[in-house]
């Protein structure tokens, strides 16, 4: 890689620009140009983005009416027409895609685009004032502008906060036992806490939801799954993607599967996101559906359903006009629950395909790789793979 400068340039001096100019209309375009992008951000070149998008249309998008009234879904099938479908249309999308949408979901839209508001005022803050509320090897939870998915730095800036406030959980391989985290939460916004925790309550509901559609899907009773998650360790990110100079050398977050049950994603207008097409392994991009989620399957789906439904790799494009908004609620059960195949999905003809792992000693491991650039492959189910 012929690069002009190897001077890394760090990430604030692009990140508020695009709110800076609606602020203040003399604030100068202070982007970097290509040479200037720190190579901790360069992708091996089989990772690059192309520079044609092949747009997903065909990505399910399912409406969830026949559920939004109810709290919880009855526990067998004793169930109307409506649901029926419903439920054999999750079947298929988790089969095929292992990502669908939903609309008619029961999450109240203004709780969304208050949050979207809020998150948005919160990333133009200068980098200091972020920085006060900073997540560290302690404590994952905050902001964080220097992510790395599989050792390479991500184009983004996060802000993390668990949904159950103090959640329970190891954070750090060297010290397995679980800690109690509390958010951090910065002065200013102000809002930006009461608006946080608005909006998870709204998503937790929508996530058991799925969770019990999920289970009735794989022909399971629908409170099957519940009680891993009764002291849930989910947590919410808010992703900025600030412009990007080189958009066709780095990636806003590299490609990765999630190691949660569920993830429910909202993104704005922009679009980034990619899909890895299980069918023929192509990327393609999930357009944005306005008012949708983008529920994808994660890799504990995957093990509890004994690859009945994987957990599909993504990534997301970055582009050199405009940043993006992406807000994941990861739905992740609680730090004690270990994970295996379901005992009453396995026989003789489909024996379990991965050993036990604990989630709280995962997560610890997980969080660790992402915090820093390591020398080794961060870990993975493939690592619980029982191989014959
Ligand atoms: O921004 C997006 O669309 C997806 C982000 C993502 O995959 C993640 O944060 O795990
Ligand atoms: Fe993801």
Redesign the pocket.
């Known amino acids: 890689m012929n690069l002009k400068s190897q001077n890394s340039r760090p990430l604030h001096y692009i990140t508020t620009s695009a709110h800076q100019s609606q602020i203040n209309p003399n604030y100068k375009n202070d982007y970097p140009q290509m040479g200037e992008v720190d190579p901790a951000f360069i992708q091996a070149i089989e990772h690059r983005p192309r520079p044609t998008i092949i747009e997903a249309n065909e990505i399910p998008v399912l409406d969830l009416s026949p559920i939004s009234s109810l709290d919880h879904l009855p526990k067998n099938h004793a169930i109307s027409k409506d649901m029926v479908d419903l439920i054999s249309e999750v079947a298929e999308a988790s089969e095929k895609w292992g990502f669908f949408q939903v609309i008619n979901h029961g999450v109240p839209p203004d709780k969304l685009e208050k949050l979207e508001l809020i998150a948005r005022k919160f990333f133009a803050l200068p980098l200091e004032e972020k920085k006060k509320v900073s997540r560290d090897e302690g404590n994952p939870l905050g902001y964080y502008d220097a992510e790395h998915t599989k050792n390479v730095r991500d184009w983004k800036e996060v802000f993390d906060f668990t949904v159950r406030d103090p959640t329970v959980i190891p954070v750090s391989p060297d010290k397995l036992e679980a800690q109690l985290l509390v958010n951090r939460w910065p002065d200013y916004p102000t809002e930006l806490r009461e608006v946080a925790q608005e909006y998870a309550q709204e998503v937790e509901k929508l996530a058991f939801k799925l969770l019990e559609l999920i289970a009735l899907s794989l022909g399971l009773s629908a409170d099957r799954l519940n009680g891993f998650f009764k002291d849930h360790t989910s947590f919410i990110?808010l992703?900025h993607?600030p412009p990007c100079p080189a958009p066709q050398l780095a990636l806003?977050?590299g490609r990765?599967k999630?190691v949660g049950a569920l993830?429910i994603?909202a993104?704005d207008g922009v679009g980034?996101?990619e899909v890895r097409q299980k069918s023929n392994g192509e990327w393609v991009r999930v357009k944005p559906t306005p008012g949708a989620f983008i529920i994808n399957v994660g890799d504990i789906i995957q093990v509890w359903s004994n690859d009945k439904y994987e957990s599909v790799e993504?990534r997301?494009m970055v582009n050199s006009q405009k940043d993006r908004l992406?807000i994941?609620f990861f739905f992740n059960p609680a730090h004690y629950v270990n994970l295996k195949p379901l005992e009453e999905l396995l026989n003789e003809h489909n024996r379990a395909k991965f050993r036990e792992y604990n989630w709280g000693e995962f997560f610890a491991i997980r969080k660790q790789s992402n915090f820093k650039k390591l020398n080794v492959e961060n870990i993975q189910i493939s690592h619980f793979r029982i191989t014959e």
Do not use: C, I, K, M
Request: charged share 10%.
């Open positions: 990110r992703n993607y806003g977050v990765h999630d993830t994603l993104q980034g996101l993504h997301v992406s994941p």
